[in-house]
């Protein structure tokens, strides 16, 4: 069955510091991946997404994430953590783009100032 | 655009009473889908709508639950009766098909059953 892994329930970095949330998706011949962020009380909105081409993504917000098929990972960085960026990460998988999303059960993220 | 919309954005029931949770896509989009969010699953795909028409509802918990998409532009999601095991945020999504299923999530109902 299809699952999509973050490892890391909960992060805590400082302010400006560097971050890396980690994904990894399960085996798939052509796997669309997606990004999401949450704040608190709010919908997910799109950070970033993978269908094709270039493997590193550019998405909104500054962040960036890489597609390594080699490791089925899909891992999302950001060079200088803001204290708004504070909120849930959520990673999803649509296998070769139907409808179905899997999502993985998200990396809460807290920013110290 | 105004996003996708969600009513009511807060619901407090008491169990065995109705709820309906209404959802306005984003104009144009022809697909519609509506998640559960808990601590303990996560988030869980209940239905899903392309053109109205109800393609998925292998996720809907029970009987108890219903969904409707009498136009492009409206959908509703009732339960009846309502337990406290219901206790969730639910969430609409919709999306244009031709974009790989791309979903744009609304902020959201967060529904508590006493």
């Known amino acids: 069955a299809q699952s999509v892994t973050q490892p890391d329930i909960h992060i805590t970095v400082s302010e400006g510091a560097s971050l890396e949330l980690r994904c990894n998706y399960s085996?798939?011949?052509?796997?669309?991946l997606f990004w999401y962020v949450q704040s608190p009380g709010q919908g997910l909105q799109l950070l970033l997404k993978?269908?094709?081409?270039?493997?590193l993504v550019q998405g909104i917000k500054g962040f960036e994430a890489e597609f390594k098929r080699s490791q089925s990972s899909f891992n999302l960085r950001k060079p200088s953590v803001h204290w708004s960026d504070a909120a849930e990460y959520f990673c999803?998988?649509?296998?070769?783009?139907?409808?179905?999303?899997?999502f993985g059960t998200g990396t809460r993220l807290k920013v110290l100032a | 655009d105004a996003g996708v919309i969600q009513s009511p954005r807060h619901e407090v029931t008491e169990m065995g009473q109705e709820v309906t949770l209404r959802c306005k896509p984003i104009?144009?989009?022809?697909?519609l889908f509506w998640y559960r969010q808990t601590m303990m699953r996560g988030l869980e795909l209940l239905i899903y709508?392309?053109?109205?028409?109800?393609?998925?509802d292998s996720g809907m918990p029970e009987d108890r639950f219903s969904a409707k998409m009498p136009n492009a532009s409206f959908s509703t999601l009732k339960i009846q009766p309502s337990e406290p095991r219901d206790s969730a945020v639910y969430f609409c999504?919709?999306?244009?098909?031709?974009?790989?299923?791309?979903?744009?999530f609304g902020p959201g109902t967060r529904l508590t059953v006493l």
């Open positions: 993978y269908f094709s081409g270039d493997t």
């Open positions: 709508f392309n053109n109205n028409v109800p393609i998925d």
């Open positions: 085996y798939g011949a052509t796997p669309y």
């Open positions: 999504a919709s999306s244009f098909e031709e974009v790989f299923y791309e979903q744009f």
């Open positions: 999803a998988q649509s296998t070769s783009g139907t409808y179905k999303y899997i």
């Open positions: 104009s144009g989009h022809n697909s």
